[in-house]
């Protein structure tokens, strides 16, 4: 689990870049 604000950002950029759903941590079931 990330623990600070940059690695929470991190994630949800990574995630828009995979999947173009912005402002997203990174979770989709």
Do not use: M, R, Y
């Not at 690695?7 to 995630?15: L, P, R, T």
């Amino acid at each position: 689990v990330p623990k600070t604000e940059d690695e929470w950002k991190s994630i949800a950029h990574q995630f828009n870049n995979k999947w173009q759903f912005p402002n997203c941590i990174g979770a989709l079931d």
